[in-house]
Each structure stands twice: as structure tokens, then as C-alpha cells.
């Protein structure tokens, strides 16, 4: 009963927009699964892609979406790690060679020869898709997939994040962007973890948002007179947070965050503005023993301890579900900075 055609949002060319249309389901290969993607989160990477943000060239016509829960429906001979009617998950890393020294050192975000969902191949805004069986995410059956969707690419890269900072229980931490997809899910997954969560973001929405969530403080960046010493005010002892997570979407905030990280603490950034480059004043670098990191998603391991930490119920981020039909919506408010938590499209509308 796999249809021979099924909908998707296709972007056509550089800069949409997406168009809402038929096209063919694929066959897997040896070593794919097909999956119906019943949810999909709309990650504001998705958005750079379309728009060419990147110095990465994505694939076109392209089918975006890197957040895709689903269940499984058909996959190749050499496929023994999933079975058909299993509930899978289509990430951003859709497959990797798994034979180069980043794979085998469980670095397969860093492969060279990665496949990337929803940019390097076809992604979750359509019905069917495909992924390397080795790589898709194992979505525990009593998981509802709908708010599911959004741990499979927000969900990992900012737990894999906090892990990266290296802070512990009791220590505290400033989330940048905090009232965003990653964000929300930073708040959550930085609680469960034991941590003091500052959230940084704009706006009374996305205040409020970030307080019910278990953030114990709010920086308004938009109204705030001076952002350092309010951040710092806001841990405990005054001193700074330990780790400072970036996931804004503009450059500003790169900048700032060496201002009130505390000493020998670590700055991990996520984030991916169009064009931005990191500035750090070397001589505070130095004598403050600042630590400033990148962070790419996270491994096969990562993805399940994130989902664990989700299914045992410690993660409860709102969501908002709208059709697949209505993906450009979606990426207009998201342009506009408007869009607090995550949205979640459905691929039944
Ligand atoms: O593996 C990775 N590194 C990875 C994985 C997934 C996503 C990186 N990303 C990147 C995305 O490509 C994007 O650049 O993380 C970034 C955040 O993705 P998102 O959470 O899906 O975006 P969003 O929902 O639009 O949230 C961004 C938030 O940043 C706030 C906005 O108000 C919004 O809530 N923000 C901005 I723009 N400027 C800010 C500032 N100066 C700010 N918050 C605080 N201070
Ligand atoms: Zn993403």
C-alpha cells in the first residue's frame, strides 16, 4: 500500500519559496529504510538551506526537513538494524561512510563523505522518506511521534551541546536564542541534567516561555541596559555562567558572550547566522582560560540518550502543529524572529 506519488515541499530555486506538490516515493536501496514521516519539525536550518545561507551548496530541486518521525514501511536486503513497522526518526545526519577515522571514532557528523538530510538529499517535507538504515533514529514505541519530532535534530544538537560544555550538576549555564526551537529544548534539557538555566532572547512571549519551561532567570536582550552585568547578576554567585550555549541566529550575541562567561568557562557555538565570524578579545581569551567551541549535532549514541531523556518525560516542550501544506507560513514567521518554541508540521494536511 506504499502510493507510487505522495506530497512535498520542494524548493525549486535559491531562495523559494517552497511549492506544495506530487511527486514520485523512492525505492530504498541495500542499505535504506523508507519511511512515512508523519511529523516533521521545521528547524530555522531548514530556512538557511532555502535561502543559501551557507558556503555549502545544498542539492536542488530539494526537499527539506531534517526532524522527520515516522514509522518504518519498506527497507533494503541488507537492512537487519530496523524491521518494518518499527517507529523511526530521519535526522540531519543521513548516513556517513562509517569506514573514515571520524566514523569509526563515533565523529560521524564529521565525516566527509555525510549524507545530510533535507540538504544533500531529499529530507522529512514529504510523506516517504528514505535514510541509511544504520543512521535513523530509534523512536521508543510509547513516544507520540508528533512532539517526538522536534528531539531529532533540536533535541540532540543542544544536548549534545551541554555535554560539550563539559558542566556539571549544580553548575550554571546561559542559553542564547533561548526562546527558539533549540532553545526550549536547551531549557528542558538542561534542567534534567541538573543545571541553572539563564535564558537569553527578546521579548516578553518569549520571556514568558522561557520561565514555564524551568529557566530561572531572563535576559531581554531587546530591552536590557546593560546585557553582561544582568547575565552575570543572574548566576548565583555573580560571577558568570560556566558555559554559555550560542543558538542565535544573528552575530551580536557571539561576541558578547566572552564579556560574561565566567573564568575557565566554555563557550559552545551552535548557531549558524548567515556570514557571521567569531570575535574574541585574545588577551581576556587568555587570562580568563576561556575555552570557545563548536558543536555539529551529535552522534548515533547522542540521538538516543537524547530520546531517552524525552521518553522517560523529562523533556516536555510545547509545540505548534500545523499541515505540511503550510511550510512557507511557517518560515515567514520564522524570518521574522516571530515564532517562539517549536512548529511541527503534519503530513496527513
Ligand atoms: O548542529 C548544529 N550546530 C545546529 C543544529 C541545528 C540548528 C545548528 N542549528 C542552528 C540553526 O541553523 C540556526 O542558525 O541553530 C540556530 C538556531 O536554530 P533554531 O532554534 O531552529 O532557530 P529559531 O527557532 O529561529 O531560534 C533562534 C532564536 O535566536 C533569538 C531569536 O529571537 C530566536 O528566538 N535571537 C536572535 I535572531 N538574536 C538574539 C540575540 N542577540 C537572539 N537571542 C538572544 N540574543
Ligand atoms: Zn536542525
Same mark, same amino acid.
Given at each position: 500500500?506504499?502510493?507510487?506519488?505522495?506530497?512535498?515541499?520542494?524548493?525549486?530555486?535559491?531562495g523559494?519559496?517552497? #511549492?506544495?506538490?506530487?511527486?514520485?516515493?523512492q525505492?530504498?536501496?541495500?542499505?535504506?529504510?523508507?519511511?512515512?514521516?508523519?511529523?516533521?519539525?521545521?528547524?530555522?536550518?531548514?530556512?538557511?538551506? $532555502?535561502?543559501?545561507d551557507?558556503?555549502?551548496?545544498?542539492?536542488?530541486?530539494?526537499?527539506?526537513?531534517?526532524e522527520?518521525?515516522?514509522?518504518?514501511?519498506?527497507?533494503?536486503?541488507? #537492512?537487519?538494524?530496523?524491521? #518494518?513497522?518499527?517507529?523511526?526518526?530521519?535526522?540531519?545526519?543521513?548516513?556517513?561512510?562509517?569506514?573514515?577515522?571520524?566514523?569509526?571514532?563515533?565523529?560521524? /557528523?564529521?565525516?566527509?563523505?555525510?549524507?545530510?538530510?533535507?540538504?544533500?538529499?531529499?529530507?522529512?517535507?514529504?510523506?516517504?522518506?528514505?535514510?541509511?538504515?544504520?543512521?535513523?533514529?530509534?523512536?521508543?514505541?510509547?513516544?507520540?511521534?508528533?512532539?517526538?519530532?522536534?528531539?531529532?535534530?533540536?533535541?540532540?544538537? #543542544?544536548?549534545?551541546?551541554?555535554?560539550?560544555?563539559?558542566?556539571?550538576?549544580?553548575?550554571?549555564?546561559?542559553?542564547?536564542?533561548?526562546?527558539?526551537?533549540?532553545?526550549? $529544548?536547551?531549557?528542558?534539557?538542561?534542567?534534567?541534567?541538573?543545571?541553572?538555566?539563564?535564558?537569553?532572547?527578546?521579548?516578553e512571549? =518569549?520571556?514568558?516561555?522561557?520561565?514555564?519551561?524551568?529557566?530561572?532567570?531572563y535576559?531581554?536582550?531587546?530591552?536590557?541596559?546593560?546585557l553582561?552585568?544582568?547575565v552575570?547578576?543572574?548566576?548565583? *554567585?555573580?560571577?558568570? /555562567?560556566?558555559?554559555?550555549?550560542?543558538?542565535?541566529?544573528?552575530?551580536?550575541?557571539?561576541?558578547?558572550?566572552?564579556?560574561?562567561?565566567?573564568?575557565?568557562?566554555?563557550?559552545?557555538?551552535?548557531?549558524? /547566522?548567515?556570514?557571521?565570524?567569531?570575535?574574541?578579545?585574545?588577551?581576556?581569551?587568555?587570562?580568563?582560560?576561556?575555552?570557545?567551541?563548536?558543536?555539529?549535532?551529535?552522534?548515533?549514541q547522542?540521538?538516543?540518550?537524547?530520546?531517552?531523556?524525552?521518553?522517560?518525560?523529562?523533556?516536555?516542550? /510545547?509545540?505548534?502543529?500545523?499541515?505540511?501544506? =503550510?511550510?512557507?507560513?511557517?518560515y *515567514?514567521? $520564522?524570518?521574522?524572529?516571530?515564532?517562539?518554541?517549536?512548529?511541527?508540521?503534519?503530513?496527513?494536511?
Amino acid at each position: 500500500e506504499i502510493p507510487e506519488q505522495q506530497w512535498a515541499q520542494v524548493v525549486e530555486k535559491k531562495g523559494g519559496p517552497v #511549492v506544495f506538490k506530487q511527486i514520485p516515493v523512492q525505492k530504498p536501496g541495500p542499505d535504506e529504510v523508507l519511511i512515512n514521516v508523519k511529523y516533521s519539525g521545521v528547524c530555522h536550518t531548514d530556512l538557511h538551506a $532555502m535561502k543559501g545561507d551557507w558556503p555549502l551548496a545544498t542539492k536542488m530541486p530539494l526537499v527539506g526537513g531534517h526532524e522527520g518521525a515516522g514509522v518504518v514501511v519498506a527497507k533494503g536486503e541488507l #537492512v537487519t538494524e530496523v524491521e #518494518v513497522g518499527d517507529h523511526a526518526g530521519i535526522k540531519w545526519l543521513n548516513g556517513s561512510c562509517l569506514a573514515c577515522s571520524f566514523c569509526m571514532q563515533a565523529d560521524e /557528523p564529521l565525516c566527509p563523505h555525510a549524507l545530510l538530510s533535507g540538504y544533500t538529499v531529499d529530507g522529512s517535507f514529504q510523506q516517504y522518506a528514505i535514510a541509511k538504515a544504520a543512521h535513523v533514529a530509534k523512536i521508543p514505541k510509547g513516544c507520540d511521534l508528533e512532539t517526538t519530532a522536534p528531539v531529532l535534530c533540536a533535541g540532540i544538537t #543542544v544536548y549534545k551541546g551541554l555535554k560539550e560544555s563539559g558542566v556539571r550538576p549544580g553548575q550554571c549555564v546561559a542559553i542564547v536564542g533561548a526562546g527558539g526551537g533549540l532553545g526550549s $529544548m536547551a531549557i528542558q534539557y538542561a534542567n534534567a541534567m541538573g543545571l541553572h538555566a539563564i535564558a537569553i532572547d527578546g521579548g516578553e512571549e =518569549k520571556g514568558k516561555n522561557c520561565r514555564e519551561l524551568g529557566a530561572q532567570a531572563y535576559v531581554d536582550f531587546t530591552t536590557t541596559k546593560d546585557l553582561v552585568a544582568d547575565v552575570k547578576a543572574a548566576t548565583p *554567585d555573580g560571577l558568570g /555562567p560556566h558555559a554559555v550555549i550560542l543558538l542565535a541566529v544573528s552575530e551580536k550575541p557571539f561576541h558578547q558572550a566572552v564579556d560574561y562567561v565566567r573564568s575557565r568557562g566554555t563557550i559552545i557555538c551552535i548557531g549558524l /547566522p548567515a556570514g557571521a565570524k567569531f570575535q574574541a578579545p585574545v588577551f581576556d581569551t587568555v587570562i580568563r582560560m576561556i575555552t570557545i567551541k563548536g558543536s555539529y549535532v551529535g552522534n548515533r549514541q547522542d540521538t538516543q540518550e537524547a530520546l531517552d531523556f524525552f521518553a522517560r518525560g523529562l523533556i516536555k516542550v /510545547p509545540i505548534k502543529t500545523v499541515g505540511l501544506s =503550510k511550510l512557507q507560513e511557517v518560515y *515567514d514567521l $520564522m524570518e521574522e524572529g516571530k515564532i517562539v518554541g517549536r512548529y511541527v508540521v503534519d503530513t496527513s494536511k
